[in-house]
């Protein structure tokens, strides 16, 4: 797999494996893959060589539900996205539980025009025990200072429990028998909810509108070359854009050690994420799991405290079909993403 995204930084939790997170990108994005379960673990380590390192975990799911209505096949996937973020000095986090649902419906041989939404909980916390403050400065006789144990601060709340709201719209279809292609677009956190910690704060969780797209051109029995692209964009209450702006582009390369089954495949890539890190990353895909690894070299304007080191992140996933006797007529009615569709087990 060779792979290259552009972006700047967002107030989301994101991965440098972000195709291993399709809700992340378009909740509509949910059941966009060759099979009807996957199940996706994520771990990310950054900053360690600057801070106090920020963690990140994920743990996401997606199920399909082929169905009949009328004349039309039809797939319902159920979704689910569970992550949590820790972050500097205060232990500043962010959990979120968003279930999602998705309907496809086939359109053409091979097209499906698919709409999902994606609703839950999310909290934000921080342990201002953990903060030393200036009131807590004082000034030695001798040019020193001193800290004291205790400030005169007072934090109307140390967490903020809120609902949030994405929706979003895909097209999938091909455009030969090598060829399969998708378009999206989604809008994130549509409640616009208060995030401050102080009472009558007006700080808001700005909404976010997410234009995906992706490519698969398959290259013989073994072989595929893959296309992503990502742009996202961050407006107020009213749609005014707030310059907050990400784009991600992908490249990828996936060969399949037996051409016969494909039951064993590696990718390898790069990364880049626009004025942050350049990011090698590998995968090895063996039977229904697949593990990926990859590092962040920061490229950013903190690469003289990085030493361009930023972060490790670790995949696991695992996808496979249901109803696993009979997985070509389960391809057929659902929609999936890539033309090498040797490997037995999906």
Known sequence: MMLMCFGSHAQDIGFSQFYDQPLLRNPALAGIFNGDIRFTASYRNQWQSVTIPYRTFGISSEIKFPMQIMDYDVT???????????????????????????????????????????AGLMQQK?????????????GNSDGSFSVLPYTSQVFNKTSVNYLDLSLGVTYKSSL???????????????????????DGSKIMLNKKLALNAGLSNAIGDANELILYADYFDQYTSNFKRVGINTAQFGIMYNHAFFESDGSASITGG?????????????????????????????????????????????????????????????????PGFGKRKTNPYY
């Open 270 to 334: 790069l990364l880049y994420r626009w004025n942050d890190a350049i990011i090698p990353v590998v995968q090895l895909e063996l039977a229904k799991f697949t593990i990926g690894a990859s590092y962040d070299a920061n490229v950013s304007k903190l690469v003289v405290a990085s030493q361009a080191r930023g972060g490790f992140e670790l995949t696991l996933s695992f996808k496979s079909f249901l109803n696993s006797r009979n997985p070509d007529l389960m391809s057929a009615r659902c």
């Open 176 to 198: 030969n028998e090598n060829v399969d292609f998708y378009v999206g677009a989604g809008l994130f956190h549509l409640t616009n909810p208060s995030v401050g910690f102080f």
């Open 126 to 138: 921080f342990d201002p025990s953990k903060l030393i403050l200036n009131d807590q400065f004082v």
């Open 76 to 118: 319902g996937t159920f979704g689910l996205e569970i992550f949590r973020d820790v972050a500097g000095t205060s232990e500043f986090s962010t959990t979120q539980i968003l279930p999602a649902w998705n309907i496809s419906v086939r359109t053409g041989e091979n097209s499906f025009l698919s709409g999902g939404f994606m």
